[in-house]
């Protein structure tokens, strides 16, 4: 078992909790996102669109945070992170849905304007057109327009939306966290993992939308969450200081986002 992976934060974060929360013993295999290795021909073999992340096991390569953490679920059933109830699953599924089409590239829009420029702010001009050139070499126009529009500079009326969108996440996460203190159900879930390595990010990028005050149920998940023996193992595999103070661009607003 070996996963190919960014930092624990985001994508990469979902995957690496739900093998640590599951105890499953797998091989690190880091890709330096911001490095662009995620693009070079031995990792597109693996995933065509070079995302992170992806996991190998017999030799078959799996992808799609969502997919990946129900097949692992799945394949090892000791801790098990999805309901048995057919309507708690659903209500999984959904909250995992709205986490990749609705929250991801919310949250991400906001930790790049905030730590993007930190990341590219101390290249030289050869560093920079490298990074053009690495650009242009991704395989999907999806990804290429991504990166460019981030490097530009996302505008202020995307990241107003983006604010919009995650001000809504953290407003149903109350509705749905209350009164059991998880996302689905009683227990920690999937609905969970697919949360928390966004929302992880809120506290220093919209510390007023996840305040004790502002929403008290949020705000005590996050510090749960964060205490897990499985989350802190994860969060313990990152090879910067803080995951949470560093970010790549995101996936993509899917339309009706």
């Not at 929403?215 to 005590?220: G, M, S």
Request: aromatic fraction near 10%.
């Amino acid at each position: 078992m070996e996963l190919y992976h960014w930092e624990p934060n985001g994508a990469s974060g979902r995957v690496m909790i739900c093998l640590t929360e599951k105890g499953i013993e797998f091989t690190s295999r880091y890709v330096d996102i911001l490095k662009f290795e995620q693009h070079r021909p031995d990792f597109l073999k693996l995933h065509a669109s070079g995302e992170v992340p992806v996991l190998v096991r017999d030799g078959e390569a799996y992808f799609e945070s969502s997919y990946v953490c129900e097949y692992l679920d799945e394949a090892f059933p000791d801790n098990p992170l999805m309901p048995k109830e057919p309507l708690a699953r659903w209500e999984v599924r959904a909250w995992q849905k709205y986490v990749d089409d609705f929250v991801a590239a919310s949250v991400s829009d906001l930790a790049w304007a905030t730590y993007g420029d930190v990341a590219l702010k101390d290249r030289d001009k050869a560093s920079v057109a490298s990074v053009a050139t690495a650009v242009a070499a991704v395989p999907t126009k999806e990804r290429r327009d991504v990166w460019q529009g981030a490097i530009e500079g996302l505008p202020e009326e995307k990241l107003a939306a983006s604010w919009d969108r995650v001000k809504k996440a953290i407003g149903k996460m109350e509705r749905d966290l209350n009164p059991t203190g998880w996302l689905v159900g009683d227990t920690f879930s999937l609905a969970d993992i697919a949360a928390f390595p966004y929302i992880n990010y809120l506290p220093r990028l919209a510390a007023e939308l996840v305040s004790e005050t502002a929403a008290p149920h949020t705000n005590a998940w996050l510090k749960t969450v964060a205490e897990r023996p499985g989350v802190k193992a994860a969060l313990a595999m990152a090879r910067t200081d803080d995951p949470y103070a560093i970010a790549a661009p995101g996936p993509e607003h899917v339309r009706w986002g």
